[in-house]
Nanobody, 121 residues
Framework: QVQLVESGGGLVQAGGSLRLSCTASGSLVNINSVGWYRQGTENQRDLVAHITTAGETKYVDSVRGRFTMSRDSTKNTVYLQMNSLKPEDTGVYFC???????????????WGQGTQVTVSS
């Protein structure tokens, strides 16, 4: 089994910063691609940032230049550094990992439990 644990959310004023973390543990062999998703009031999860196994990152236009995604393979952890936060960044942030698990030939998708980010104006 694999578990994902997120941390780092909170309440911050506009212009402030937060760093989210997502750590995988359990019987995993390798973490492939990872995405950070934001769920707003519509209960729809929208991709915000993505990182490949090779470390290549992509961002949606609304966060490009303000958010930075990174990964530390030695810790099975990915990060989302969020700077210059805006009220519209408010939501529950979920990490999604494609993980190759011990004794399986294909990767499976796992989701973190979500962490609330609230940006006040």
């Amino acid at each position: 089994q694999v578990q994902l644990v997120e941390s780092g959310g909170g309440l911050v004023q506009a212009g402030g910063s937060l760093r989210l973390s997502c750590t995988a543990s359990g019987s995993l062999v390798n973490i492939n691609s990872v995405g950070w998703y934001r769920q707003g009031t519509e209960n729809q999860r929208d991709l915000v940032a993505h990182i490949t196994t090779a470390g290549e990152t992509k961002y949606v236009d609304s966060v490009r230049g303000r958010f930075t995604m990174s990964r530390d393979s030695t810790k099975n952890t990915v990060y989302l550094q969020m700077n210059s936060l805006k009220p519209e960044d408010t939501g529950v942030y979920f990490c999604r990992m494609e993980i190759l698990v011990v004794s399986h030939l294909q990767p499976y998708v796992y989701w973190g439990q979500g962490t609330q980010v609230t940006v006040s104006s």
